[in-house]
């Protein structure tokens, strides 16, 4: 069973580039999907990126223009970065992973990292 | 993208009894609805894949259904632990969505 572990500042001050890190805290990730999602009151749920185990990656629409996931050679930890952060980004950021491009149903989640974008 | 709503919004149950919750999609698609389940201060919880598998690790009290727009998670006889929202999440087309949850209260 891996466990996954989301690591990130708490607080960014508005306009500013946010970089969280998932650290793969147990067991292996895999040559499976790691995904980057949030959470907050106003939007829900939402699906942010993933990375394959190739370094191939998908990004959604929303957050395209903003975001970057990347991960190291050991595939032990996983970065995002979202550039230009307004107020609406201020969430709960999980990562996930799934076994499946198509069909993907989020397994294993890490417990979330809360940020607060503020002045 | 596709639209996922779910219905209903909340809803309360006494134990012991069934409790369906509905998600319907803007779009048809085959099976690649997944439920979760999240308590409060928790990530979501994995119930259920590929419309009606059910993770190993849950309950058979657990069970889903449905295709096309339509698709619902029924729990057979509630119990204290379930409540919790439940999200229901298509990965048929991306980007992927989530429905906006449905609240469970256990009276």
């Known amino acids: 069973q891996v466990q996954l572990q989301e690591s990130g500042p708490g607080l960014v001050k508005p306009s500013e580039t946010l970089s969280l890190t998932c650290t793969v805290s147990?067991?292996?990730?895999?040559?499976?999907?790691l995904s980057w999602l949030r959470q907050s009151p106003g939007k829900g749920l939402e699906w942010i990126a993933y990375?394959?185990?190739?370094?191939?990656?998908e990004y959604s629409p929303s957050f395209k223009s903003r975001v970057t996931i990347s991960q190291d050679t050991s595939r032990k930890h996983f970065s995002l970065t979202l550039t230009s952060v307004t107020a609406a980004d201020t969430a709960v950021y999980y990562c996930?992973?799934?076994?499946?491009?198509?069909?993907?149903?989020?397994?294993?989640w890490g417990q979330g990292t809360v940020i607060t974008v503020s002045s | 993208d596709i639209q996922m709503t779910q219905s209903p919004s909340s809803v309360s149950a006494s134990v012991g009894d069934r409790v369906t919750i509905s998600c319907r999609a803007s779009?048809?698609?085959?099976?690649?609805l997944a439920w979760y389940q999240q308590k409060p201060g928790k990530a979501p919880k994995l119930l259920l894949y590929?419309?009606?598998s059910l993770k190993s690790t849950v309950s058979s009290r657990f069970s889903g259904s449905g295709s096309g727009t339509d698709f619902r998670l029924t729990i057979s006889s509630v119990v204290p632990d379930d409540s919790a929202t439940y999200f229901c999440?298509?990965?048929?087309?991306?980007?992927?969505?989530f429905g906006q949850g449905t609240r469970l209260e256990i009276e």
């Open positions: 999440q298509q990965a048929d087309t991306f980007p992927i969505t």
């Open positions: 779009q048809s698609f085959t099976t690649w």
């Open positions: 590929a419309a009606s």
């Open positions: 147990s067991g292996s990730i895999g040559d499976y999907y």
């Open positions: 990375i394959f185990h190739t370094g191939s990656t």
């Open positions: 996930a992973r799934h076994y499946t491009h198509i069909g993907a149903a989020f397994h294993d």
